[in-house]
C-alpha cells in the first residue's frame, strides 16, 4: 500500500484567509523603525491619557519665584516657563490636546470623504459635481487655507478642528474616489449589479471594504502633517487660546525668551518633531501592509 494512499483523495482544508490587521501587526512586528514609532505614540498616548494622575501640577498653576528656571530645577525636572508653570506638566497635558486637535480633523474627514468618493465614482453626473467642488479646494495650499478658515471663523478648538476638516476633505476624498473607480469596473460588481443588489448596499457592502484601506493608509500618513498644521495655528494664535496646555501655544510662549529660557520653546517643539516622525514611520508601515502589491512582493522575496 502506497504511504501517502490515505490522503489519496483528501481535499485539503483551505488556508483561512488572513485579516488586514494581521497584516498590519505583522508588519509593524518586522519593521524595527515602525516599532520604534509605535512605541513612541503609545508612550505619548498613555501620558495624554492619563495625564490628570501623570503630571506633577496642574499646567495652568505657576510659582513666581522660579519663573524661567531651567532644567533640573529641583521639583521641576523640565525647568518652568515665562510664568512659573511647570514645563512637564504642560507638556503632559499639551500631548493630550495637541493629538486630539490632530486625529479627530483625520477621522471626521475620512468619515465625511468616504461616502462622497463612493457615491462620485458610482453616478458619474453627480461625480461630477462632487470633484469640481473639491478641485475648488485643492486650488489652495493645505496651510493657507486653514489659516484663512481660521480666521475667517475665529479661534478657538471647534473652529480649528472644523477648518482642518474641510482642508483634508478633498485629499481623502480623491483618493477614496480613485480607489472606488478602480473597483467599479471588477467583475464582483458587475454581479451584483446582474443580481439587481441595491445600489446602497453595493456601494457599501460589497465596495467599502476594498477602499476603507486607502483612506485608512493616506488618514495615517497625513496625521504628523495636521499635528504640525494644528501647532502652526495656535502658534499664530488661530487655534487653541490660553492658558490651554497645547504644544504649539508653549512653543509660541517661549519664543521671546529663546536667549535665557530656550527650553520653553525647545521641549514642545521636540515634542511635536518626535510626534511627526513617529507616524510617517509608521503610517510608511501601514501602506505597505495594505497594499496586495507589496504583499505579492514580500512573500515572493520569502
Not at 459635481?129 to 475667517?152: C, G, K, S
Not at 530656550?262 to 511627526?276: D, E, F, N, Q, R
Amino acid at each position: 500500500m502506497h504511504p501517502n494512499a490515505e490522503t489519496i483523495g483528501t481535499p485539503r482544508r483551505a488556508a483561512k484567509p488572513r485579516s488586514s490587521f494581521f497584516f498590519i501587526w505583522r508588519g509593524i512586528l518586522a519593521d524595527r523603525y515602525a516599532m520604534c514609532g509605535a512605541l513612541i505614540l503609545a508612550f505619548v498616548m498613555v501620558a495624554a491619557i492619563f495625564a490628570p494622575w501623570l503630571a506633577p501640577f496642574d499646567p495652568t498653576v505657576s510659582f513666581p519665584r522660579l519663573r524661567l528656571q531651567g532644567l533640573g530645577t529641583p521639583d521641576h525636572i523640565l525647568g518652568l516657563d515665562h510664568q512659573g508653570r511647570d514645563m512637564l506638566s504642560r507638556l503632559i497635558w499639551g500631548g493630550r490636546t495637541t493629538l486630539f486637535a490632530g486625529i479627530t480633523p483625520v477621522v471626521l474627514s475620512a468619515l465625511f470623504a468616504i461616502p462622497l468618493g463612493l457615491v462620485a465614482a458610482w453616478n458619474d453626473r453627480l461625480g461630477s459635481v462632487i470633484m469640481r467642488v473639491m478641485d475648488v479646494l485643492f486650488a489652495f495650499p493645505m496651510v493657507l487655507l486653514a489659516i484663512m478658515l481660521a480666521a475667517f471663523m475665529g479661534p478657538g478648538m471647534v473652529n480649528m478642528i472644523i477648518a482642518l476638516t474641510i482642508v483634508l476633505l478633498p485629499y481623502n476624498t480623491r483618493v477614496v474616489y480613485v480607489a472606488a473607480q478602480q473597483e467599479r469596473n471588477n467583475s464582483y460588481i458587475e454581479a451584483a449589479i446582474a443580481a439587481a443588489t441595491p445600489t446602497p448596499k453595493i456601494l457599501f457592502v460589497e465596495m467599502l471594504p476594498n477602499v476603507v484601506a486607502a483612506s485608512i493608509v493616506y488618514s495615517t500618513t497625513i496625521v504628523g502633517n495636521i499635528i504640525i498644521t494644528a501647532a502652526g495655528l495656535s502658534f499664530l494664535g488661530l487655534g487653541v487660546q490660553a492658558p490651554t496646555a497645547e504644544w504649539g501655544i508653549i512653543t509660541s510662549d517661549g519664543r521671546q525668551y529663546l536667549f535665557n529660557a530656550a527650553h520653553i520653546s525647545l521641549l514642545p517643539g521636540i515634542m511635536i518633531m518626535t510626534v511627526v516622525i513617529a507616524f510617517n514611520l509608521l503610517g510608511d508601515t501601514l501602506r505597505d501592509a495594505l497594499d496586495p502589491k507589496t504583499r505579492l512582493a514580500l512573500a515572493s522575496r520569502k
